[in-house]
């Protein structure tokens, strides 16, 4: 008997999750499009800028990101590894603290600005409530994180998103997962390139596919980890979730469920 990681929620081969930043004026017009198309989106937002010319208002955090992920972008957008230990604290933890205010929820993700870090600050987050934090590194390949606080992701949005998408439709192997990020004011800029009608393309291309997971960063955090945290019985024909979440395993091909707290007997 042979037991993977290869399906998420729902049977599920593969999943597709975009994140983007800054929480600028244009995500109005890009959520629009994720919300026509059933894609969803993570959204790492400064709260300092909050209000200032060309980001959105405060007021509109709940509403206009309800359905996808507000994430921790840093309070003001420094380069993290170049501040001291308590000024990263002092930038993480406002930032969750007044993202959490307005959107009610625990906010637990976040991108890094500039996408620089360093091992330092590796080694705080993991003390300040963030469990997956996304770089700007391209790996080109459908792969879940080993390491969630250094998610390096498939591409930016400029990086022949619709070649990908097929590569990524045509993947034979399951458990694939296809992360697209950048900034929504981009897709303003260069506009002979019809940034505004790539995405869209992207996302119709994308949508209704019954074997892929449309999914926010956090949700496919918390589902590999539970993943992660399944533990088999020596001879693999017992299987115990320990996770609040159900999970599914592959089993010699097939799909096996096992749910939140339970243990399955899987052959």
Not at 63 to 88: C, D, K, N, Q
Not at 188 to 208: G, T, V, Y
């Amino acid at each position: 008997m042979k037991v993977r990681f290869g399906f998420f929620p729902g049977n599920k081969k593969r999943a597709l999750t975009m994140s983007y930043d800054d929480g600028v004026v244009q995500d109005r017009r890009l959520i629009e499009i994720f919300n026509k198309y059933g894609i969803k989106g993570s959204f790492h937002l400064n709260s300092a800028n909050l209000g200032r010319e060309g980001h959105i208002d405060a007021s509109e955090v709940a509403t206009l990101y309800a359905g996808h992920e507000v994430s921790v972008h840093s309070l003001t957008h420094p380069f993290l590894e170049r501040i001291p230990p308590m000024e990263l604290v002092h930038e993480i933890m406002e930032d969750r603290k007044n993202l959490e205010s307005l959107c009610g929820y625990i906010v637990r993700g976040m991108s890094y600005p500039f996408g620089t870090y360093s091992s330092e600050v590796l080694d705080q987050l993991k003390n300040l409530g963030i469990v997956c934090s996304r770089t700007v590194k391209s790996t080109g390949r459908f792969t879940v994180p080993e390491n969630f606080l250094e998610w390096h992701p498939t591409c930016h949005h400029r990086e022949n998103i619709m070649e990908k998408l097929e590569k990524f439709k045509a993947n034979r192997y399951s458990f694939g997962l296809f992360y697209v990020w950048g900034h929504a004011y981009e897709l303003d800029q260069e506009i002979e390139n019809n940034n505004w009608q790539m995405i869209e393309e992207f996302c119709a291309a994308a949508s209704n596919d019954p074997d892929t997971w449309y999914a926010t960063n956090i949700e496919i955090y918390d589902y590999v980890t539970a993943l992660r945290r399944v533990v088999l019985s020596a001879d693999c024909t017992l299987a115990y979730n320990p996770s609040a979440i159900d999970v599914i395993l592959d089993v010699d091909g097939a799909p096996v469920t096992v749910p939140a707290g339970q243990t399955v007997k899987l052959g």
